[in-house]
Nanobody, 127 residues
């Protein structure tokens, strides 16, 4: 099994930046060369929503709400993916999760299509 651990969350002022990391461990050989991954977020009382994804082949996808402000990337040798968040807004406040789909070589962007999840890291943006 693959375990995912998010880090890098915290409290920032509006307009600030954070860089989230998603480290994979366990059976991780070439994990991000074979599996897509996604970042999701969930605020209290709301559904978990897709934020950004990067396919096994390196294609990137972004929700309209964050396009132009966030950048997803990965370092396959380090088994780590990243989410660089700039120009943060209070409405970005949520717990952020990274996730992998159940099978390799696909590129889903809905929470229900992802099978392995980290435990989340909190991002709070103050006004």
């Amino acid at each position: 099994q693959v375990q995912l651990v998010e880090s890098g969350g915290g409290l920032v002022q509006a307009g600030g930046s954070l860089r989230l990391s998603c480290a994979a461990s366990g059976r991780t050989f070439s994990i991000f060369s074979r599996y897509s991954m996604g970042w999701f977020r969930q605020a209290p009382g709301k559904e978990r929503e897709f934020v950004a994804g990067i396919s096994w082949s390196g294609l990137t996808f972004y929700a309209d709400s964050i396009k132009g402000r966030f950048t997803i990337s990965k370092n396959t040798a380090k088994n780590t993916a990243y989410l660089q968040m700039n120009s943060l807004k209070p409405e970005d406040t949520a717990e952020y999760y990274c996730a992998l789909p159940a099978t390799p070589y696909n590129s889903p962007n809905r929470a229900a299509d992802f099978a392995s999840w980290g435990r989340g890291t909190q991002v709070t943006v103050s006004s």
